[in-house]
């Protein structure tokens, strides 16, 4: 059973500073999703990471995948509050149809 | 532009009252999905339709049925709804190749009383 872990679970952060958080995941995969999402709405797509050694950056979020050592790293750049959410990672076990198996999730709060 | 809409938005039933929660698409996606979603947890995924190939997970329960009539249209039947099946339900898509982002519609919150 794939299993993915992500670390921490919350964070409290200042804005304008920098913070990873980490996902790893139990099964071999090279495709992993970052997503969003805001207190009560729906989940929205950030990051799909196909290979290893994928990093994509949007604005002051960057992902990136090591397959294999079954992790990718969520980083911030001098946090902003309007990144406060829950980020996911989430993992696809199979090549087709994805079956995609979540992490807990990490709850993200900037302060002023 | 509305990709996956996801209604009624807000569902409050009675205690073993069948409810019937609807998702479609204008994406025309192969793969359709249902989440369940309680608080403060991650999403689990129920079933999934790859076409008309319906996918069911080994742990979800019975009382959780689905159907897709056509590509643009999915539903979630739950036949008798019980307290612990309050949770935000969630549709996704996916086109179905090797490009597997999943998009999420804005959830059906359902309450059971």
């Known amino acids: 059973e794939l299993k993915v872990e992500q670390n921490p679970l919350f964070l409290s952060m200042q804005e304008g500073k920098n913070y990873t958080i980490y996902c790893n995941y139990s099964t071999t995969s090279d495709r992993l999703y970052w997503y969003r999402q805001d207190p009560g709405k729906s989940l929205e797509s950030l990051f799909v990471l196909l290979s290893n050694g994928a990093v994509k950056q949007e604005g002051r979020l960057m992902a990136s995948l090591d397959t294999k050592a079954r992790l990718s790293t969520l980083h911030i750049t001098a946090a902003v509050h309007d990144l406060s959410a829950t980020y996911f990672c989430?993992?696809?076990?199979?090549?087709?149809?994805?079956?995609?198996?979540f992490g807990e999730g990490t709850q993200l709060t900037v302060n002023p | 532009d509305a990709m996956v809409i996801q209604n009624p938005r807000y569902q409050v039933t009675q205690f073993g009252k069948p409810v019937t929660l609807s998702c479609s698409q204008t994406?025309?996606?192969?793969?359709m999905y249902w989440y369940q979603q309680k608080s403060s947890q991650a999403p689990k995924l129920l079933f999934h339709?790859?076409?008309?190939?319906?996918?069911n997970e080994a742990d979800t329960p019975d009382n959780f049925q689905s159907r897709r009539p056509n590509t643009s249209f999915c539903f979630l039947d739950i036949r008798s709804p019980g307290l612990g099946d309050a949770a935000m339900y969630l549709c996704?898509?996916?086109?179905?190749?090797?490009?597997?982002?999943?998009?999420f519609g804005p959830g059906t919150r359902l309450l059971v009383l």
């Open positions: 989430a993992v696809d076990e199979e090549t087709s149809g994805s079956r995609l198996t």
């Open positions: 339709y790859y076409d008309k190939d319906f996918n």
């Open positions: 994406l025309n996606h192969n793969v």
């Open positions: 996704a898509t996916s086109l179905g190749d090797e490009q597997e982002t999943q998009y």
